[in-house]
């Protein structure tokens, strides 16, 4: 069935540090792909999505491409801040489907 | 907008009791999911409609959890009778496109003692 594994956390870093979160999915078909992010006391919302192989996308400075080869859209950043901290979240839909299938989420904390 | 709004913000309940949380969707979006966060489980879906009908309750644990969406603009989950791992935080999004963005409430705290 369709799936998504994510990095387990918590991720730690200071302030300017590099980011990546790993996430890796499993699916038939070519499903959209998405990274949502929930900050403390608060509902997810959605940070950035791509809908095809080779898609980018971006959002406040995170990053993701949607690497059909090797399954994978991993979360990047180059400079992370302290306002990053929450728990961020990979995600697929699958098109002929139409809900949303999270994986279980990895939490950021960045020291000043 | 007012965005998605869920009601109570906390509760605190004990075993065997009722509990109805509530949630108003975003006007016009035609779709609505109810989620269940714990540290264990992550995120679950439990239930999902489409212009007010259940499309999909494969997530509900046990018949305890029961969903109901009478219009567009109103949805209940009820959990009946109430358990200690029952605890957790419930969510509920909706979305007006293809799915692709879900729209999150703020959550309900759900504490069964």
């Known amino acids: 069935g369709n799936s998504v594994t994510q990095m387990e956390g918590p991720v730690t870093l200071s302030e300017e540090a590099f980011l990546t979160i790993n996430c890796t999915y499993t699916?038939?078909?070519?499903?959209?792909l998405f990274w949502y992010v929930q900050y403390p006391g608060e509902g997810l919302q959605l940070l950035l999505k791509a809908t095809k192989a080779d898609d980018k996308g971006s959002n406040k400075g995170f990053e993701a491409t949607y690497r059909k080869e090797t399954t994978s859209f991993h979360l990047e950043k180059g400079s992370v801040q302290v306002s990053d901290s929450a728990v961020y979240f990979c995600?697929?839909?699958?098109?002929?489907?139409?809900?949303?299938?999270f994986g279980s989420g990895t939490r950021l904390s960045i020291r000043p | 907008d007012a965005g998605v709004i869920q009601s109570p913000r906390h509760e605190v309940t004990e075993m065997g009791q009722e509990v109805t949380l509530r949630c108003k969707p975003i006007?016009?979006?035609?779709?609505l999911f109810w989620y269940r966060q714990t540290m264990m489980r992550g995120l679950e879906l439990l239930i999902y409609?489409?212009?007010?009908?259940?499309?999909?309750d494969s997530g509900m644990p046990e018949d305890r959890f029961s969903a109901k969406m009478p219009n567009a603009s109103f949805s209940t989950l009820k959990i009946q009778p109430s358990e200690p791992r029952d605890s957790a935080v419930y969510f509920c999004a909706s979305t007006g496109g293809r799915n692709e963005k879900l729209f999150f409430g703020s959550g309900t705290q759900l504490s069964v003692l």
């Open positions: 006007s016009g979006h035609n779709s």
């Open positions: 409609f489409n212009n007010n009908v259940p499309i999909d």
């Open positions: 699916a038939t078909g070519y499903p959209s």
């Open positions: 995600a697929l839909l699958y098109s002929s489907a139409s809900k949303i299938i």
